[in-house]
Each structure stands twice: as C-alpha cells, then as structure tokens.
C-alpha cells in the first residue's frame, strides 16, 4: 500500500514536471514575444527620429546654401559696381596671407 501511493506520488510528480515543462515553454515564447514587439517599436522610434534628423539638416544646409548664394550674389554685385576697389582689395588680401604663410 505504501508503494502504490509512493508511485501515485511519483506519477503526480511527473505529471507536474510535464506541466511545468509546457509553462516553461508558453511562458519563454510569451517572453520572446514582448521582446520582438519591444524591439520593432523600437526601432521604429529610432526610424523616426532619424528621419527628422535628416529632415532637420537638409533643411539647415538648404538654408546654408541659400545664404551662400546670396553673398556671392552680393560680392559679384560689389564687384561689378567698383572693379577698381575689388581689385586692390583682392590685392591686399593675397599680400597679406602671403606674409603670414611666409612667417611659418
């Protein structure tokens, strides 16, 4: 009688650890889950805000360019209006990072 309820035992024991085993195992793929699902909305706030970063740049650089164009509109304006004064200030400029290249 001992041994049959030491088996009963036994039984139930492995039916437990059966039942455990299959637990485990919902609750590792539940798990693997909410990571998957963690990771994507992850990376999907990193896709955006990467593209705004980008966004925000181009724009930056459109401005930059702009703003180039701009100045060089202005000194082709100036040096077309005093070619004389242009030149001797194109002159003294040239002279002037010559004597500093020199000096080093």
């Known amino acids: 009688m001992a041994e049959r ?18 637990d ?3 609750l590792a793929k539940k798990l ?4 998957k699902t963690e ?8 896709e955006v805000e990467a593209r ?9 650089l459109d401005e930059i360019g ?5 100045t060089v509109k202005t000194m082709e ?3 077309k209006e005093k070619p004389l004064l242009s030149l001797i200030l194109a002159f003294l400029v040239g002279f002037l990072i010559g004597n500093l290249l020199d000096r080093r």
Do not use: W
């Open 52 to 60: 705004d970063l980008i966004n925000g740049l181009v724009e930056e």
């Open 66 to 70: 702009e703003k180039g164009k701009k």
């Open 5 to 22: 309820e030491f088996q009963e035992d036994i039984e139930t024991v492995k039916e437990d650890m059966v039942k455990l085993r299959t």
């Open 77 to 79: 304006k100036e040096v």
């Open 24 to 26: 485990m195992t919902e």
């Open 32 to 35: 693997i889950d909410i990571g």
């Open 39 to 46: 990771v994507k909305e992850a990376k999907e706030r990193l």
